[in-house]
């Protein structure tokens, strides 16, 4: 039983952590569309819809998933998704910054 509830509560840190993960994510994907940066113009015009509404929403449907699989049982999407974040913040970084 012991076991059970750490897993439980380590399966719940996770989703906390994702969940700050997403608001990270939410955040800098806005900076970049509001950024200006050229090349967004490179980008299909649906993705740039409603002020990125569309790409918001693909944000958030990865978040989403993300934090459904660590909930019952697949702690592996958490790693993915840190992985996929830390790409997130990097190239952010990149465009924000004027390195690219």
Do not use: Q
Request: charged content about 10%; aromatic content about 12%.
């Amino acid at each position: 039983m012991a076991i059970c509830e750490r897993l439980s509560y380590l399966g719940g840190m996770l989703v906390i952590v994702l969940f700050l993960l997403g608001i990270g994510n939410f955040a800098v994907h806005k900076a970049v569309l509001e950024s200006g940066h050229p090349m967004l113009d490179a980008l299909p015009a649906f993705y740039k819809s409603g002020g990125g509404r569309v790409s918001l929403g693909f944000e958030f449907v990865l978040l989403l998933v993300a934090m459904l699989l660590a909930a019952n049982g697949f702690p592996g999407m958490g790693v993915a998704y840190g992985i996929y974040s830390l790409f997130n913040f990097g190239t952010a970084w990149l465009v924000l910054t004027g390195r690219i």
